[in-house]
């Protein structure tokens, strides 16, 4: 079993930045690829951002290439996602989730995930 909680969440203006963190605790041994992803209201959960948790291989959603980027810290077993150039449409609840497997863009391909952050851009 693996657990995650999501923090920094919050408001913000638009173009502002935000950096979400994920904790990760457990079976921590057994992930291999990390991601996060968003839902907002009355929308389906869409990818935003993966990456393995060793090595370099990253995966971004083209709605936030660019603006956004997926990074972790190994000896705080955590993983972040910086959120730049914020914009209105980014409003949403983000999810951390964790895979025993493949890194992948779909949110069948976790096994793990938090219980979500509330972020919300004004415009």
């Known amino acids: 079993q693996v657990q995650l909680v999501e923090s920094g969440g919050g408001l913000v203006q638009a173009g502002g930045s935000l950096r979400l963190s994920c904790a990760a605790s457990?079976?921590?041994?057994?992930?291999?690829?990390m991601g996060w992803f968003r839902q907002a209201p009355g929308k389906e959960r869409e990818f935003v951002a993966a990456l393995r948790w060793s090595g370099s291989a990253t995966l971004y959603a083209d709605s936030v290439k660019g603006r956004f980027t997926i990074s972790r810290d190994n000896a705080k077993n955590t993983v972040y996602l910086q959120m730049n150039s914020l914009k209105p449409e980014d409003t949403a609840v983000y999810y951390c989730a964790a895979s025993t497997m493949l890194i992948s863009s779909t949110a069948s391909g976790y096994g793990y995930w938090g219980q979500g952050t509330q972020v919300t851009v004004s415009s």
């Open positions: 457990g079976r921590t041994y057994s992930v291999n690829a």
